[in-house]
Structures are given as C-alpha cells and as structure tokens.
C-alpha cells in the first residue's frame, strides 16, 4: 500500500525532542500513574488485573462507565480501542475502499480522512473558514454529498478550539440520514468547553446514523493509557465496525483497561481538572496575543487546549517554525500539516509556567523578524 504520511506527526518526530519548550501537545497536561492513582483515592493493589488477553470490545465494566456518557446507550453500544485514533482507523477502514467518496470537515487532525484518502477514496473536504470563525457552512455540505459513504465532522475543533452549535449539529445529522450516510463525529475535545453553555450533545445523542468517538488523552490528561472508544446505537454498524478490530489490536491492554475505569469512576474531577488547566492558560494566551495584536491575529477558541495563529510575516509556515525551534528551542506545529499558510498551531494545556515562558521566547522571535533586535 502507498499511502501518503501524517505530516503532523512527522513534524513531532523530528523536532519535540530536541525542544526545551514544548507548545504543540493537544492535550492537558498529562497525569502521572501515581497521580492518576492517588488522586482518586486507589491503590496500586486495585489495578492488579490477570495479564491475559482482554475482551475484544473493551472490558465491561469500562464500557458501561462510558456508555453513561450519553443518553439512552447500554454497555453493547461501546467499542473499546486503543486511543481515539484506532477508533477513527477502524471506521474508515469498513466503510471506506477505492470506490468511496467521504466528505469532511476540513482543515482538521488529518488522521480522521487521511486513512480515506490512503485507502484510495476520493476525499471532499468542506473548508471552515477564519471569516466565518469557522463555523461550518451546512448548505455547503448539502451541496458536496453525493456518493458520499462517510461523513467526518470534529467538534471541538482541532486545530482552531471552534465549538459546534447543537442547531448546526442536528442540522449535520438530518443531512445524514436523509442521505443514510454514516456520520464520523469526533469529540475527543468534548467537555474542555470554557462555557458548559458552548457544549453540543454528543452526535449518536441525536442519529442512528452518528458514530461518536472519543478517549481519555486530551480532556483527561491520560493519552498514555491509549484508550480511546466508539459509540453506536445502530448494533448492525456498530458489529461491521468492531470486526475490523480483530485485524488491527485483538483488545486493548488489561492494565489500561482497569486505569480507564478508575478515571471514568472520578470523570468530573478529572473534567474539572483539564478544564482549570485550560481556561487558566487561555487567559494567558489571550493576553500574550492582545500585546501582539499589531502582527498576530486569530479567532480565540472556546474550547479545548489548541489554537490556531496567524502571523503577518512573508513566510511560509515551516520556515517560521523552524526558525523558532532553531533559534528559541519552542516547539510549535506549522499551519502546513494542516495544509492551510501563514498560521501555526499553539497547544496551551501544559504547565503554565513553562507555557508564560515558551510565550515569551516566541515574543523574542518575533522582535527580530520585525528587526527589532
Ligand atoms: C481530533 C483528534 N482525534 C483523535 C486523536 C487521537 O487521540 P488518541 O490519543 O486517543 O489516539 C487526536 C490526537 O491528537 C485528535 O486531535
């Protein structure tokens, strides 16, 4: 198979190590095991488990935990995976081949069509835009789905923080089933809302047709434990979807299994831990780019812990970043791994003191693009 690289991660391979400031995780900061631990009042006895395979659909008692988190779905709704990413793989991989057409949100994390696209699918991509505070244009979609087998959608939005509106949201979903296409709905930015207010309802809340995907990496602060999961009440879909599985990962590791459990037990204290952590830096963020407003400008996100900037310099997005990392030693994600110019890719859900110093750095950098030192 030929297929073409994820060049975000690509652009992490080559640089996060050698940076002394990291600005490009998409996540909160992550939990050590004794913190995870601790802090939901376990011990290390309670994560004693039998180091054999585990159920190829997720351990169940980890699949009622996050079955709770949406209406009306039982424990057989759920698919357990390793990370949100192996849920996304899965998805495209049954409902995707050659002759497939999938249309999707556009720019976002690229693995969510990419797999579409290497599979040989002819990719549509129905383009948020600045001006429009990237919100999604739903008589563009109307227009582009035709063939269409998959829709994607990815709500909060990486790269930019956007929030969907549950109007606009169930609008996406009647397009859907009016058409009977599937609908690939990733949330694994849902519930790091500033305004619990700016929270749409998870998609298979809504439609027969909606799968949702999420995991404990970005919100949770446990991206380690790889465990993300699908939600789906359409049993014949969700069975054709679960069987790929069997050919990518058998199950997911035991121990990890067990330690999702323990933090979905304490889900709200773990919410309400990434959601300090994330209005905290935002604030932070917001001021550093008022002060810089004379040649940074953005849409400031409403949620999550990632945002895009754009820089009035004449100079392409790797040259830019490049540039910081050679001179500065922060790591920051060139808009070019999400195809789009001129802007670059800041995560805020680390430490908050390194995060005023990685800000600050980047205000030295660009001095001297504007010569001024
Ligand atoms: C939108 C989105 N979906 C899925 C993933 C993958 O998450 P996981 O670590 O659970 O595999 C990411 C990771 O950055 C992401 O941003």
Redesign the pocket.
Known sequence: MKFKPFLLERWFSKYEHDCEIMMGE?GVKPLTLKELIDLTGNTFDDIDVKLGYGWSNGLPELRELIAEHYEDLDADSIVVTN???EA?FIISNTLLDANSEVVTIFP??A??WQVGENLGARVKKWRLLMDNKYKPNIDQLADMIENTDLIII?YPH?PTGAVLDKKDLEKICELAELHKIPLLS?E?YRGLEYKATDRAPPAVDLSENAISVA?L??VYGL?GL?I?WLACKNKELLDRIWSFRDFTSICNGVINEKLAAIALQNRELLRERGLKIAIENFEILKQWVDDHSDVISWVPPKAAVLTMLMYHFDMDSETFCRGLIEQKSVFVVPGSCFETEQQFRVGFGYDTERLKIGLQKLSEYIASLKGEN
């Open positions: 998409s990370g949100a990413i996304n976002t994390y693995q969510l990815n990486n990733d694994i995991g990496s970005k991206p790889r993300g």
